[in-house]
């Protein structure tokens, strides 16, 4: 068995651990033991039926070797959590959702989300801490470069690539062979048809 910490606990997080436990019935051998958080509020207890763990210094110390998932929507937040998670000995994990199709050749990193009915198509990398949410597809040899984030039914063409910490929202859609700059937005329901520079925050670009 491989024991997991989410790190978040929040609506994202909780829903990580939905998706742990859809893996689990599916002879997943991954175990969700608890949540961590830097919040004041959410050191001790419990949260979506699992045991608040303090924070990733005080989980990593008291479960050495244990794997991760950062359940942080916000990609500057996950990045730097990660590092500390990384610096603290944790090991980063992905989880994916049975439901989710993965080409065989594509390359998927440590430390992803996939959510229910995703797909990442052939030729396609995918880089650590990312997350793909629901519903969102990744076409032929699209490249998604560490902490970018797809939220839900959010479209990646074929040969598109994402900078780190790109976000694309809910419905957003790339046509193909365009590129994000690192930390661009492409905002929900918005198509993009020419490329994002870097640090952009784009409503509609035509």
């Known amino acids: 068995m491989k024991r997991i910490i989410i790190i ?16 689990s019935a599916a002879s997943s051998r991954l175990v969700p033991i608890g949540f961590c958080d830097d919040a004041p509020d959410k050191q001790t207890g419990s949260f979506a039926g699992l045991p608040l763990l303090g924070s990733v210094e005080q989980a ?7 794997r991760f998932l950062c359940a942080i929507g916000n990609n500057r937040a996950r990045q730097q959590v990660t590092a500390r998670a990384l610096a603290a000995g944790m090991l980063p994990e992905s989880v994916i959702d049975p439901t989710a199709v993965i080409a065989p050749d594509a390359r998927l990193e440590a430390g992803v989300y996939i959510g229910i009915g995703s797909i990442v198509s ?5 880089g650590s801490g990312v997350l793909v949410n629901h519903h969102a597809c990744i076409g032929h040899d699209a490249c998604l470069a560490d902490f970018t984030q797809l939220c839900p039914g959010a479209r990646v063409s074929g040969g598109c690539a994402l900078g780190e910490g790109a976000l694309m929202g809910t419905n957003a859609t790339l046509i193909p062979r365009r590129r994000m700059g ?6 929900a329901g918005t198509t993009a048809f020419a490329d994002l520079p870097e640090g952009a925050t784009i409503v509609r670009l035509r």
């Open 182 to 187: 690192a930390w661009s937005t492409l905002a």
């Open 8 to 23: 978040g606990a929040s609506g994202f997080g909780k829903e990580v651990a939905w998706v742990i436990a859809r893996m």
């Open 60 to 66: 990593a110390a008291t479960l050495p070797g244990c």
């Open 122 to 126: 052939t030729g396609a990398v995918v």
